[in-house]
């Protein structure tokens, strides 16, 4: 009797935590049929040839570009505002589609309407058993402004000198000592894809995260899933970050030659 009820005690418990998951888990993708077949649309006319039909990587334009178009079957995105490990935001994905990956054959894809990005988004989604699952979600980071000092450029200057330290510490060996993305390791860095990941040279006025300072702070927080580029969220601090972004944007050369390169000349 009291085992029966002990095992009932267990049975609602489980109950009610499934229960208050299920609520937790709320943000959790359910297709919705017409968006996708509207995003099917845009998926095959748009993004097809390079993503592949099977949401791969392997469309027949992959062939020879590095970085390769993504792969959608793990799930895992670059590009984020959300913490390390988890799927990006809808908006990040928007933000991605509509303003590209400079330097990449990922172009811009202005001429899709809102509605239309909206509906590939979720068809990208379709892709992967990741976006089922309460626990790959997150909401995004809160990212603090840039500092005050951070326009001026004699303060700038300073704020590169412990900068450059951090950087020789953290950074160089991926990216260099010159940040030219050329360090003792980069030639052996794989990324999950286990294809070769070269780490970027942070000389360039325009990496994929964006032209911004602040493009540079989100990468620090949030790291990029699937590559060796990993989040420094808990290990530097804000301000730390602010003299490292010091350091490297005080370094940039307009001709600093940018990863990839589109084969299609869509920038
Ligand atoms: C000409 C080839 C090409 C086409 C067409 C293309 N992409 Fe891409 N896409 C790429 C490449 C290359 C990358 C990988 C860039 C990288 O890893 O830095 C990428 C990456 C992505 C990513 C991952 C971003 C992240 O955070 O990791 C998304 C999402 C994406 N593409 C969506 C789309 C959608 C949606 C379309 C169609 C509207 C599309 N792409 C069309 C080449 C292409
Ligand atoms: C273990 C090697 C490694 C270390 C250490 C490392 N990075 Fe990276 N980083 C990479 C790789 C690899 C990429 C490119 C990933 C890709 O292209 O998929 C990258 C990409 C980046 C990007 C994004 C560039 C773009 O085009 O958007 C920034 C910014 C960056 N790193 C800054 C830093 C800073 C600052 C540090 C030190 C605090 C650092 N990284 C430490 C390997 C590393």
Redesign the pocket.
Known sequence: MTRRFALLTVFTAALIITGSHASAAEPVFKLDPALFGEGAYVYERNCLICHGPRGDGNGEWAQGLL?KPRSFREGMF??RTTPTGKLPTDDDLHRTIKGGL??TAMGMFTALGDDEVRAVTEYVKSFSRRWRKAENYAEPMTFPPQPVWFADVAMRADHAVPGRI??NN??A???GLKADGK?P?AAA?K?IWNLP????D?R?EH????DHPA??YR??ATG?N?????S?DQS?TEAQRWD??AF?VGIRVPSAPV?GGSPLGSR
């Open positions: 970085p670059k590009f400079s330097g951090l950087f953290a950074c060996i991926c990216h360090g390791s860095l990324d990941c070269k780490p970027a942070l360039q990496l994929r995260c964006g493009d540079i990468i620090l990029m699937g590559t060796p580029m990993m420094y530097l490292v972004i490297i990863l």
